[in-house]
């Protein structure tokens, strides 16, 4: 009886064999962070180079990593690849700013006083469920074909998610932080800016980084339907006359360009926000 007891106590308290790959919510070294990192960029790029130099696929539809740069060289040396780049980022950091103009704000205050969230959740609740690419044939009756529309859709897609996310962040402000402002003479105003604020800038600033990728798709389709100029106009003009590396190109782009954005971001969370490294 006491043997089979210890033996059930022994599987029940076993200890785990320490292991620096599957540690849970624990730091890695920097530099197997930084390994795991570069091999994750490199290992897709490796089978893609393995899978065309194999030819079971057509060039034509599968291009090797090589064709891709060259291609991504002569739409560069054309002058055609950096007034594509232009547009789409100042379509998309416009939308984007608009969208981040109006959501913090609303957020915020949507995730501080329940008489704000009773009167606006309802509607961004129906409105964050219709797609905004179905916003199009309006936009385009009332603004034209100009950058407005553009613009706006990209604003339309992402202001309602921005605003949902940041609402959340403030629910999880600890209602003991608020009640020891309170107590300490505070007031509404300083509860807001000197509490809840600057508890939710992490939170701002994820969901902002988040939805920045969704900024992305949105432009992309908005220049496939209406545009000249734009890496989406880009990318529709090669799949029309089939070049399957400007097309490839075109995606890597917008994929590097990502990866900056989001590294930018997450710089400015180390820099603004140091406290949530601890």
């Not at 800016?193 to 908005?222: C, E, F, T």
Request: charged share 15%; with cysteine; aromatic share 10%.
């Amino acid at each position: 009886m006491k043997e089979t007891h210890r033996s059930s106590w022994s599987e029940d308290h076993r200890i785990l064999t320490p292991n620096l790959f599957w540690s849970i919510r624990e730091e890695i070294p920097r530099s197997l962070n930084w390994q795991l990192m570069a091999a994750s960029m490199l290992l897709p790029v490796l089978v893609w180079a393995f899978i065309s130099s194999l030819g079971v696929v057509e060039p034509l539809f599968l291009p090797s990593p090589i064709e891709v740069v060259q291609a991504i060289g002569r739409l560069w040396s054309a002058d055609i690849l950096q007034k594509d780049i232009a547009y789409s980022i100042f379509r998309v950091f416009s939308g984007f700013a608009l969208a981040v103009l109006i959501s913090v704000p609303l957020g915020v205050l949507m995730g501080t006083f329940a008489s704000i969230r009773a009167m606006m959740e309802p509607a961004i609740a129906i409105l964050r469920y219709m797609p905004a690419p179905a916003f199009i044939p309006l936009l385009i009756l009332y603004f034209g074909l100009g950058e407005v529309p553009k613009v706006l859709l990209i604003f339309i897609g992402t202001l309602f998610f921005n605003t949902l996310m940041i609402m959340d962040a403030v629910k999880f402000v600890p209602k003991e932080l608020i009640e020891t402002t309170y107590t300490l003479g505070g007031n509404r105003k300083q509860v807001l800016l000197k509490v809840i604020l600057p508890h939710v800038l992490p939170g701002i600033l994820d969901a902002s980084r988040v939805n920045m990728a969704a900024s992305w798709n949105l432009v992309i389709v908005a220049e496939l339907v209406a545009a000249t100029e734009g890496l989406g106009r880009r990318i529709s003009v090669a799949q029309r006359f089939l070049r399957t590396d400007e097309i490839f190109a075109g995606l890597l782009v917008i994929g590097l360009i990502g990866l900056a954005i989001d590294l930018l971001f997450r710089l400015a969370l180390k820099l603004c926000c140091s406290w949530t490294e601890d």
